[in-house]
């Protein structure tokens, strides 16, 4: 056997030579079923084997054999051939390959099964993480690694015991456990007899198909003697199994080539490692190919590249001493253009999605390369999707891997479902109002807020509930809430009648897609563009994964029910498999590993800030999985975790920009506005050197640019147009008027006066409520949101709240913390520490930073106690309050819980309440704070059982420490005289919530508002 390695960096070719290899020994009358040229993935095989194919028909005249064997295959789909040939040559029935879904179905319905037994095979602090969603993702990912390293269950306990890990111990167990069932489901399927096809992940396959070659050595022999020239693509990516089995069909080879990058080897979590191509390097140096010259990336982009893998540690392998493998100044040009590297910092997060936007539209514009040419690739899936987003709006067509969660999560498959889960259960029992709700508001519906407060209202008169409207007879209803239930009745009633007449479960659910008329309304959305376009293709890819979904369901399960489909959906709790990318002309938005095996005209790497790229968070989580592959490893605890992260983090920066083949966009923020700082990666300081080469400036934050999009031009033309008198000269008025009336006729969205929010008509001038009876409900922090901002107290109220964010768990941490009184310093920052582990916090330093914030507040916390002692005394912590305060002029029920209620020496109630914030209101201001007032009018209506004396409230700021261990401030104890005062105030508040009409009141909240960009108070501003 004779071993070649090719090595060299992206786009040097490694691919195409073995491709080449293959063609000409074929050419030479090598058998092509001799031939094995194993990949890293099926794209990567599917491009191979194009390229071979036309390689073939090109260059041979003689007539091609026919080939049974394919000679490209990816390696798992090569390992699930052996098996089922073992299967074959057994007289088994052929494997089954269970999606990653419906393993992490199983293992949830397991862990299920320990807690409710009480978990007691797993160490005592995991128990509470057990029913956690990230759980068993973390030990599906550990059961994955072992499979791919060959790590039984026993192995794994016994290792465990080895390393003092009982979380090890623990997991094989479960792994044990989940073998069983796994086998057992083998034999009946999830719910037929019939069902007996053996289940594999994709992480055993290979790990199966060695084993299998074990057992049955004639059919190891067959395929050591079939495959003759064997060549693998991306050695780098193989773990120890895969390497395995390709060292033991390189046993029978006569020719091996093993192609690969160790400066692209980024799968370490997986268990990867390029040692196959270290160890062979290292037994024959000369039967190594060195490939220098890139075929793809520009010259300005190889040596960015060639410049970073020179930050590498070590000699990467040994045969490539003095340097990097690439050899920058032989890059080939690309069209004739040196290509360039461009690193950019914007000073807000908005800057930096506009800075993308606008290079993305300029290369589509002005350099007329197509969408599907261009890409960015960014760190996070959670900053990919708010990207994505942001380009959308930006008018730039994207295209992103599903990351929509679990797909009954998603909203445009949640809708079917919903109406298939109200047909199998039946809108009549418990739930049945909380059910027609969610049909009436989902896509379906499509009932606004409003008008469901409406709706209900009329039904309320006729004595019906929500669910009548949609199961009884049709009740009389004006037009315009008569529509939504009509709507969502003829779609209930054709998914009742499916299901009664047991139709199979996808005819049911074809049924309800048809007559939603969903798929028009979001193919039109689509075709339009857009938020609203990229929101309605993500509903169509949720709706066609649900189809694939019931179909392989069906498939599978004999005596498959509609509730069977239901509860199979329900336990699927990751996001449906992403399928072939789509063939439309889209910017892709993607992770550095799925952007592995492509490349694109232009490349954007975006958001590579501090803390997220490199990221040197230990991986692996409560079960230590990175720690079990150390361990594996042979590496002590004493090795350092960081510096090999740090290494391959750097790698994937290097993958990422080999995509690229003439443009390469870096951008980064460099931002200390607000709470959250963003500072840009040390790569970016680097790679801005190699783009500036001996010009390098300092890296300056730029404001967001002027995207060159129609959004932004018709919004710049509107502002023209709209700007008051003597603002802009009329012909620039009459100009900007003109371009608007193309655009319009051109049918630009947003271009046509009829579409402008301002000149609509008012859809209704009904109050949201009336009726001396009505109750409204109130918080104490509703009251304060009320009194500085109705117009944000009624999107609020509607769902308009942004995500709850970090912050908001640390203030709650804290509160929590800090209800335990008899806490001392010591314990209550001990538990500080502890929890802080647990917080997904962006970035190291900003997690150090925030808490040592936040030990400093438990510091004036307790001193602030001790000093309070001396006037107070406590009654309770988190004290809850909830009921009707009498003598308003409209009925107030005030719910609500008060951080800490306290005695004063006169024996009057002092409520206190805790704020994180740093900047303390002023004391005119706390004198006139709604939430402290409307506590303490509540304890004057008697709704606290320990006193109706108020004896004032007091603000107490942690976060800003003062002699007293925290700022306070105070609002005196409301008299006799205040009463009325405050319960004016309240009432009209209360009144103010029926509107019609809600102000918008510019306040100090107005920074943190989720309603600044579209507010009217801010518009002549924002304008
Ligand atoms: S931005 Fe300010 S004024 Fe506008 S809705 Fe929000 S809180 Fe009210």
């Not at 001396?772 to 109705?790: A, K, M, R």
Request: net charge negative.
């Amino acid at each position: 056997m004779t071993t070649f390695r090719v090595l060299g960096g992206p786009g040097t070719g490694k691919s195409g030579l073995l491709v080449e290899a293959a063609a000409q020994r074929i050419a030479a009358g090598l058998d092509p079923e001799s031939v094995l040229l194993l990949t890293g993935s099926g794209r990567m095989a599917a491009t191979a084997r194009g390229a071979l194919t036309a390689r073939l028909l090109g260059e041979t005249t003689a007539d091609l054999p026919v080939v049974r064997e394919p000679m490209v295959r990816s390696l798992h789909g090569y390992a699930f051939a052996v098996l089922r040939k073992a299967a074959e040559r057994a007289g088994d029935p052929p494997p089954r390959l269970v999606t990653g879904a419906e393993q992490d179905g199983v293992i949830r319905e397991l862990l299920d099964g320990d807690i409710a037994d009480g978990a007691r095979g797993w160490p005592p602090e995991l128990r509470p993480a057990l029913s956690a969603a990230g759980f068993a993702t973390e030990l599906r990912d550990l059961l994955a690694r072992c499979a791919e390293r060959g790590v039984d269950p026993m192995s794994l306990q016994r290792l465990g015991r080895s390393s003092g890990r009982p979380q090890w111990v623990a997991a094989g167990r479960f792994a044990c456990q989940y073998e069983q069932v796994m086998l057992l489901r083998a034999a009946v399927g999830t719910a037929a007899p019939q069902a007996t096809l053996p289940a594999l992940g994709a992480a055993e396959l290979v790990g199966a198909a060695l084993e299998a070659m074990a057992v049955d050595t004639g059919l190891l022999a067959a395929e050591r003697a079939r495959v003759r020239l064997l060549l693998v693509d991306d050695a780098q990516h193989l773990d120890p199994q895969a390497a395995e089995l390709v060292r033991v069909l390189a046993a029978g080879a006569e020719v091996v080539m093993l192609a690969g990058d160790p400066n692209q080897a980024v799968f370490g979590f997986r268990g990867a490692d390029p040692e196959l191509l270290r160890a062979d390097a290292d037994a024959d140096a000369d039967q190594t190919i060195r490939l220098t010259r890139s075929h793809r990336c520009a010259p300005m982009i190889a040596r960015a590249i060639a410049g970073m893998a020179a930050g590498l540690p070590g000699p990467v392998w040994p045969t490539l001493d003095g340097g990097p493998d690439f050899d920058a100044d032989g890059a080939a040009e690309t069209d004739g253009a040196t290509g360039s590297v461009t690193v950019r910092v914007a000073d807000s997060a908005h800057g930096e999605a506009a800075m993308v936007a606008d290079a993305l539209r300029r290369a589509h514009l002005v350099d007329r390369l197509p969408w599907s040419q261009l890409a960015v690739i960014v760190r996070s899936a959670s900053a990919a999707a708010a990207l994505a987003r942001s380009l959308g709006v930006a008018g730039v067509p994207v295209q992103t891997p599903n990351a929509g969660g679990p797909i009954g999560a998603q909203p445009g498959a949640r809708a079917l479902l919903s109406v298939l889960d109200a047909a199998a259960t039946g809108l009549d029992g418990e739930r049945a109002g909380e059910w027609a709700e969610l049909l009436l508001t989902g896509p379906i519906g499509r009932i606004d807020p409003v008008s469901l407060r409406q709706l209900r209202r009329a039904l309320h008169r006729r004595d019906a509930e929500l669910a009548d409207a949609l199961t009884g007879s049709t009740p009389p209803l004006p037009a315009t809430l008569a529509k939504p239930v009509k709507r969502v009745r003829a779609v209930l009633s054709a998914a009742v009648g499916s299901h009664r007449r047991h139709r199979d479960p996808r005819y049911t659910l074809w049924q309800v897609w048809e007559r939603s008329g969903l798929q028009q309304r979001w193919l039109r959305a689509a075709e339009r563009g857009g938020v609203d376009g990229a929101l309605a293709e993500r509903n169509l890819a949720a709706v066609t994964a649900l189809f694939d979904i019931a179909d392989d369901y069906v498939a599978r399960t004999a005596g498959a029910s509609l509730r069977g489909l239901l509860d199979h959906v329900a336990a699927l709790q990751l996001s449906p498999a992403a399928g072939a990318e789509s063939a439309g002309d889209a910017v892709a938005v993607l992770s550095p590993h799925a952007a592995l095996d492509r490349d694109w005209e232009m490349v954007v790497i975006a958001g590579l800030q501090d803390g997220l790229w490199p990221n040197t968070t230990p991986r692996g989580g409560v079960l230590g999985t990175q720690r079990l592959l150390d361990v594996l490893d042979g590496l002590g605890d004493e090795v350092s975790a960081r510096a090999p992260l740090l290494a391959e983090e750097r790698r994937l920066l290097i993958a990422a920009m080999g995509r690229a083949r003439r443009r390469l966009l870096i951008t980064a923020v460099d931002s200390d506005a607000g709470d959250a700082v963003s500072v840009p990666s040390p790569f970016v300081a680097e790679l801005a050197a190699y783009a500036a080469g001996d010009n390098a400036q300092p890296l300056r934050p730029e404001p967001a640019p002027p995207v060159l999009s129609t959004s932004a031009v018709v919004g710049r033309l509107r502002a023209v147009v709209c700007a008051p008198e003597g603002d802009v000269e009329d012909p620039q008025r009459v100009c900007a008027a003109g371009q608007l009336a193309r655009l319009a006729a051109a049918g630009v969205p947003g271009a046509d006066p009829s579409q402008w929010q301002g000149l609509a008509e008012v859809s209704t001038e009904e109050p949201l409520w009336s009726g001396d009876d009505h109750i409204v409900d109130l918080s104490p922090s509703t009251l304060q949101t009320l009194s500085d901002c109705p117009l944000r107290w009624l999107a609020e109220r509607h769902g308009g709240t942004g995500p709850r964010g970090l912050n908001s768990t640390l203030g709650s941490v804290l509160h929590a913390l800090v209800a335990d009184s008899a806490k001392n310093e010591s314990q209550l920052v001990a538990e500080l520490e502890t929890l802080w582990a647990a917080l997904p916090f962006d970035s190291p330093w900003y997690a150090a930073n925030e808490l040592e914030r936040h030990r400093s507040m438990l510091t004036a916390f307790v001193a602030w106690y001790s000093a309070s002692r001396q006037d107070l005394t406590e009654i309770g912590t988190e004290v809850a309050l909830d009921g009707v305060v009498d003598g308003l002029t409209a009925g107030v029920r005030v719910r609500g819980r008060i951080d800490r209620l306290e005695r004063d020496a006169q024996g009057r109630l002092v409520v206190v309440d805790l704020k994180t914030a740093k900047t303390p209101v002023s004391k005119d201001d706390a004198q006139r704070h709604a939430q402290l007032g409307l506590y303490q009018l509540a304890v004057s209506a008697g709704l606290l059982a320990d006193g109706d004396q108020p004896g004032g409230g007091r603000l107490v700021y942690l976060g800003k420490p003062s002699a007293a261990g925290a700022t306070e401030r105070e609002q005196t104890a409301l008299g006799a005289d205040d009463i009325p005062d405050w319960q004016r105030a309240v009432g009209a508040a209360a009144a103010a919530t029926a509107g019609p009409q809600f102000a918008a009141r510019v306040n100090d909240g107005c920074s943190h508002c989720p309603l600044r960009p579209s507010c009217p108070a801010h518009a002549p501003e924002s304008s």
